[in-house]
Structure formats: C-alpha cells, structure tokens
C-alpha cells in the first residue's frame, strides 16, 4: 500500500511541474500537450476551456513562443525541469508526438513527415506567430525538418544531441544500401520485436539503458523510470512500438541533417552532452554542423552530460537556451506587453 502511494506521489509531482495538461484531437486521434505561461500571468486565475486557455496563453506571452519536442521513447514529462524556467519571459509549450508518451498509439506509418505535420497543425490551432523549436534526440531531426518545411512558423531553433540517420547512406556505397536495409528489415519483423518490446518495457530494463544514456548515476530517478516506463502499457503500445523501430532504421526516415541546415537562415543552437555514449562526439563530430553555416549555427558543448542534458543537467541547459535567446531574439517592449 506505501508503495502505491509513494507511485502515486511521484506520477503527481511531475505532471504538476510541466504546467497545464490537454488532449487534442489530430486527424482523430487523441494527442497530449501541455503549456506554461510567463511568470508575469501565473496568477491570473484558471482557465474554463481550451478556447479561452489559447487566448489568455497569448496575452501575457513577452517573448518568443517555445515548443518542446522529445526524443524516441520519451515524452512531455521528459522536460519537466525545463518549462518553469523557459517560462518566465514566455510561453512554453512541450508536444508528444504520436505514437508516444499519452498521445494515441496510431496504427500509421511512422516518419518525421507525419510528426513534422502534427507539429505544423498544432502551431496553426494553438500559436499562430513564429516560435523557438525545442528537441532532443529524434526531436530536434524534427526541429529542423519542420524549419525547412514551414519557414513562416520558426524563427530558430534548439536541437539537444542531433542525430544524422544519413551519416550511413553517405558512408556506404549506394550499390550495397539496398543489401543492408533487406537484410535489417528481417530484425525489425513484429515476430522479433514484439517480444523485445515486452523485455524493454519493463522498469528494470529501461532503468539500464537510461543509465547508458546518462552520464550521471544519481539522474537516473524512480520518477524518470516511470516517465519512461509507463507510456509502454497503452493499448496499441507494442505496435506503435514495432512500427517506431522498423522507421528510425529506415535511411528515408528523414532527410540530410547537413543540408537542411546548410539552407536555413535562421538563428539555431545545438547543445551536446560530452559524456553522450549514444551518439558519440568523437563519432558525430558537432563541430561540422557548426561549419555547415557558421553564421547561423552555435555550440554549446557540456561536461558531465550524457545523451539528455535537458533532464541530466537542466540549470546548464536552461540558461544556455535562454542565453541564446538574449543574444538572438528581443522580447516584446513593456508599453507592447500593456497593450496586449
């Protein structure tokens, strides 16, 4: 019976923390997002409906709008020690992208076009003015995809350990793809996923990956093990999960990291955890995103950081995103902010 409770204590602490929680229907299907307000208007009285909640969201926003995208297996409770503080100058807003977290688990065919859509129709219904994209992981691949399709939506963007799926295509001669992908697609068959999804949600196997994916030890809390874990027992969870896999291994999943932000020019930041054992700094090099556009791109490398510096180490993340901010995008004058 403790232990119950003490669960129960823990899954309330953290949806307290990523502010106000919504489902949204998209394409018929239920999705899951949440919003925190500027400090300046915490107290300005609860809202009756998900109409007036857009609008009161908009009216005491001071800055840039921010729209935080998770990575794979994560969801909206993974930056629950990043919205109050990104929140104090502006709206911040964190999605969970079909498939994960408490959205739906679709029967679709996973891409980062599909969630590049999902992201673009939440913008047209809720925001509605440029906003500041936040991922980490697969989020900030859909970041940049989402920069590259719909330039009148983002003014610039966050990308947190930024994987490039291609690196393999450019790195394999074109002839030999085609083998490799026919033979990874007979261990991507249901017949072999859906027992490893059964083995891979379970709480102690995903306590001993997150701590392959943190550099710190002490990170790896009962609480994110819940976050992680519990999004697994949905109904359609081990589908969505097979369809998931088969698409991150697919090298269509999405396009060229490199050339998408050779095009941009828009202000971009890339945060990369130096500890990351996921995606290797000495294999990724985030040094060349850097000199894909120098004038656009900066980095911001940190100690003691693994593959989720956002969660990891969230005091470093957070001012190195609102620093960033500063530098790039002014906040609206106090004789605007009376008028809104």
């Given at each position: ?5 003490a ?7 953290w ?5 106000t ?30 109409d007036s909640?857009?609008q009161?969201i ?17 969801s ?6 990043n ?55 697969i ?7 989402v ?19 291609s ?8 002839w ?39 550099a710190?030890?002490e990170a ?21 999960f ?8 697919s090298?269509k ?6 050339i998408?932000?050779r ?8 945060i ?12 990724a ?40 901010m ?15």
């Open positions: 019976m403790l232990r119950a409770e669960k129960l204590t823990n899954s309330l602490m949806h307290q923390r990523v502010g929680q919504r489902d949204w229907m998209w394409r018929g299907w239920q999705t899951r997002y949440t919003y925190l307000r500027p400090t300046l208007g915490r107290n300005q009285g609860a809202l009756k409906s998900q909640a857009a009161a908009a009216a005491h926003a001071s800055g840039t709008p921010i729209i935080l995208l998770h990575g794979f297996g994560a909206i409770g993974h930056w629950r020690q919205l109050a503080q990104l929140a104090e100058n502006q709206t911040v807003y964190a999605l969970d992208l079909l498939g994960f977290g408490a959205s739906q688990k679709a029967p679709v065919n996973y891409s980062v076009s599909l969630w590049v859509d999902q992201v673009y129709d939440f913008w047209l219904t809720f925001i509605r003015e440029p906003v500041i994209l936040a991922g980490n992981s989020g900030s691949l859909i970041c940049l995809a920069a590259a399709a719909h330039p009148d939506m983002v003014a610039g963007t966050v990308m947190i350990s930024l994987p490039d799926p690196v393999r295509a450019e790195a394999v001669p074109g030999l793809l085609p083998a490799i992908e026919a033979v990874e697609s007979l261990f991507v068959s249901p017949i072999i996923l859906r027992p490893l999804f059964y083995l891979a949600r379970k709480p102690s196997f995903v306590r001993r990956w997150v701590g392959f994916a943190y710190s030890p790896v809390t009962d609480e994110l093990v819940e976050i992680l874990a519990g999004p697994a027992g949905d109904r359609g969870a081990a589908r969505a097979c369809a998931l896999f088969k698409a991150v291994g090298s999943f999405c396009p060229s990291v490199k998408v932000m095009n941009l020019t828009i202000p971009m930041l890339l990369w955890g130096k500890q990351d054992r996921m995606i290797p700094p000495r294999f090099r985030p040094h060349q995103f850097v000199e894909c556009n120098p004038n656009y791109v900066e980095l911001v490398e940190l100690d003691n950081a693994g593959h989720c510096p956002q969660d990891e180490c969230p005091e470093q993340v957070n001012q190195a995103i609102l620093n960033w500063s530098r790039n995008f002014a906040p609206m004058g106090e004789s605007e902010l009376q008028h809104c």
